[in-house]
Structures are given as structure tokens and as C-alpha cells.
């Protein structure tokens, strides 16, 4: 089975702290994705990668970055954390483009920023 | 812009009162239609991908459709455990690129004892 991890299930950070948050998937997928899932507001997409230290701005990019050093980890960057990044953090990988396949998904990390 | 669109937003049955799930799409190059399932503090469970119009896939008491403009989710005689949120979202465009997902805002499902 497909296992994406993610390192925290529950994170609770002050306003203006760098954060991190951090991905592993164990299927040798070239594709990582990071969404954000607000209520009313569904699944939206941060940031995605196709190959290591490759990276593509999503819908809502905007005081988030990334960093993809191997290509089993993929990590979201806050840079300085704001009341307004408080949601679910969900973390996916999937097999390249081309190959017309599902995207696997992590438990989420649900981020507080207080 | 790719858009999709689920109906109802909520849905409350009885445990064996069979109904569907709708997912309208608009995209440039439908290149698969997904299904996942999402329990309360969970991160989506996948259950179906479609790839093109009149095809079908089953899986237990669900079934999945697709035509050219939308996708239905038939829940057929649902249990309590079927209880979560379902989404529906596409994979579009004809280049290359490793394009995220867009996904609906979800159908909450209950299905009552």
C-alpha cells in the first residue's frame, strides 16, 4: 500500500514563527503535492513538485515555499506564520505525468497559529 | 479556469436508502475524475478514478459514472459506516505538467441507523 506521511498530526505555533512541515512517501512517486483545506473553502493547492528540487506555485502560493532535497520528502515552508495559515494541511503524492493515476494522500497536519 | 461543482453539499439518509452523489465539471482536457472519501480529521481515502465518458467502477455498496459534463457516486442500500464526506475532483489540461488536482467542496454524507 501506498504510505504518505506527514510529521505531525497537530501543530500549534506563535504568530511570525518560520514553520515547518514535513512529507514522506514510500512509492518512489515523482509527483508531490501540498493543499490546504479550509472550511466552505474545500481543497486548494499550495505548491507542487515533479522531480527533486523541482517545484511549481499552485492556486494560492502566497507566504508559503517549499523545499524538495529527495524525492520521497517534500516539505511546506512557512515562512513567517500568520493567524490566517491556521487550517489542513494535506500532503499527496502520485506517479508522473503521463501515467493518468490517483494522488495518494497524508493524515493532514491541522495547523493552529495563534 | 477548471471548475467543479458537487450537489447536494449534505445529505441525510436512512441506513438502506439507496441515492447519488452528483459531481459537475467544466476543464480544458478531462484527463481523469477522481473519487476519495474523507472521515472527520482525515486525509482523503482514494476510492475511484474515471478516464472517460460511459465508464463505470464499483466497489462494494458504491459506484462511480462519468459522462462528458458530470459524475454521479450511487450509494446503493448505505450503512452508518458509510457516513463521511466525499469529494470529487479532476485532473486537467493536455501539457505535460504535473498539474494538481481542483476539487469540489465535497458532499457531507450521514446515513442514519
Same mark, same amino acid.
Given at each position: ?6 510529521? =505531525? ?55 508559503? =515555499? ?11 515552508? %512557512? ?31 491541522? %495547523?493552529?497559529?495563534? | ?30 484527463? &481523469? ?7 472527520? &480529521? ?57 498539474? &494538481? ?13
Amino acid at each position: 500500500d501506498v504510505k504518505v506521511t506527514q510529521s =505531525s498530526r497537530y501543530l500549534v505555533k506563535r504568530t511570525g514563527e518560520k514553520v515547518f512541515l514535513e512529507c514522506v512517501q514510500d512509492m518512489d512517486h515523482e509527483n508531490m503535492f501540498w493543499y490546504r483545506q479550509d472550511p466552505g473553502l474545500g481543497l486548494r493547492l499550495i505548491y507542487f513538485s515533479y522531480d527533486v528540487k523541482m517545484k511549481e506555485k499552485g492556486d494560492i502560493p502566497e507566504g508559503y =515555499s517549499v523545499s524538495r532535497e529527495k524525492k520521497e520528502r517534500f516539505s511546506l515552508i %512557512l515562512e513567517s506564520a500568520s493567524t490566517n495559515q491556521t487550517s489542513m494541511y494535506l500532503c499527496a503524492s502520485s506517479l508522473p505525468p503521463g501515467m493518468r493515476t490517483e494522488a495518494f494522500f497524508g493524515q493532514g497536519t491541522r %495547523l493552529t497559529v495563534v | 479556469e477548471d471548475q467543479v461543482t458537487q450537489s447536494p453539499e449534505a445529505l441525510r439518509l436512512q441506513e438502506g436508502e439507496s441515492s447519488s452523489l452528483n459531481c459537475s465539471y467544466t476543464v480544458s482536457g478531462l484527463r &481523469g475524475l477522481f473519487w476519495y472519501r474523507q472521515d472527520p &480529521g482525515k486525509g482523503p481515502e482514494f476510492l475511484f478514478t474515471l478516464y472517460s465518458a460511459g465508464e463505470e467502477k464499483e466497489k462494494e455498496r458504491l459506484k462511480a459514472t462519468l459522462t462528458k459534463k458530470e459524475s454521479f457516486l450511487h450509494i446503493t442500500a448505505p450503512k452508518p459506516e458509510d457516513s463521511a464526506t466525499y469529494l470529487c475532483a479532476v485532473q486537467a489540461g493536455e501539457g505535460g505538467g504535473a498539474d &494538481g488536482l481542483t476539487f469540489g467542496k465535497g458532499t457531507h454524507l450521514i446515513i442514519q441507523p
